[in-house]
């Protein structure tokens, strides 16, 4: 059967090769499959089995004759005992109540050259959940006023907890806040506001009080916009361009963080359009900066 159409086995019937097409289900897809049928009617001989089994058992026409009529015997008597006939790879015989055959092929037949390689194929359906909703969170940067109370804060914590040493000599103990500092009281009907006079506080305090007060707001102002007039491949071609113009006088020059590519700002501002208007003058006064653009991030 897996070199030929048909095989006719004398005195039973003729096994005929067919074709099932493809069959889509909604778990998986069962591919075209060869199954063999089978039809009872083909009792007249052609002799290509009894020639097949002559070749492939090194025996004579005769002797391969011989043997097909006893396995035929075989299956009759099983069918007529039973009424089953099990037929190897093939499939099933039954005998319906009219006594007539009746055959069942098997689903896989793998010995077909047809059916290698053909799997059925099994559909795996995504479960599609809504996406989540994103949430907006939104910050809120404090404003200037609040850096100013913040540096108050901490230049009174540093008075507090930092023990100033008085010049004079003769007292081997530290002195405590008030002992340092002598305060200048004006008359609240004055315009000009209250000022500490501090005279003898030691160096480590000096340091402390003078990094205090260095929280200005201007340091701290975010420069969210830049003016943009290269967007390179590497770090390193960033950085080179950055240097040939630092050495032309434009000293604020930088790299920007990388996002697939590193740009770089001649300059950054906090005001939108203080950036706008240097990038067209820069435009103006340069060809080479005349793609020059504004990012905000």
Not at 134 to 156: D, E, G, N
Not at 181 to 204: M, N, Y
Not at 278 to 296: G, H
């Amino acid at each position: 059967m897996a070199q030929h159409d048909y095989v006719v086995v004398p005195n039973l019937g003729g096994f005929v090769v067919q074709t099932k097409s493809a069959e889509i289900f909604s778990d998986r897809i069962i591919p075209p499959l060869t199954t063999i049928g089978f039809n009872p009617l083909m009792l007249h001989s052609d002799g290509l089995l009894a020639i097949e089994i002559a070749r492939s058992e090194a025996i004579s026409y005769r002797e391969a004759l011989e043997f097909i009529d006893k396995e035929v015997g075989k299956i009759k008597n099983q069918l007529n005992t039973t009424g089953i006939a099990r037929l190897a790879n093939l499939g099933q015989m039954k005998l319906n109540s009219s006594g007539n055959i009746l055959f069942s092929p098997d689903l896989k037949a793998d010995f077909l050259p047809l059916n290698i390689g053909l799997k059925e194929v099994y559909i795996v359906r995504e479960n599609k959940q809504p996406k989540a909703e994103r949430t907006k969170v939104t910050f809120t940067l404090p404003s200037t006023r609040m850096y100013k109370y913040a540096a108050a804060c901490i230049l009174v914590f540093s008075l507090m907890f930092v023990t100033p040493k008085l010049n004079d000599k003769r007292h081997l103990n530290s002195a405590d806040l008030l002992s340092g500092i002598s305060i200048k009281t004006i008359d609240s009907s004055f315009t000009e506001p209250q000022v500490a006079v501090i005279d003898t506080l030691s160096l480590d305090t000096m340091s402390v009080l003078s990094e205090a007060l260095s929280v200005v707001p201007d340091s701290i102002t975010l420069k969210n916009y830049h003016v943009i007039v290269a967007s390179l491949r590497s770090k390193k071609m960033a950085d080179t361009y950055c240097k040939v113009l630092a050495d032309n006088h434009f000293d604020q020059v930088h790299v920007l963080p990388p996002d697939k590519i590193y740009r770089v700002a001649i300059k950054s501002f906090s005001d939108k359009k203080m950036a706008i208007k240097y990038m067209e003058d820069l435009r103006k006064s340069d060809r080479q900066f005349e793609s020059a653009w504004v990012l905000c991030n």
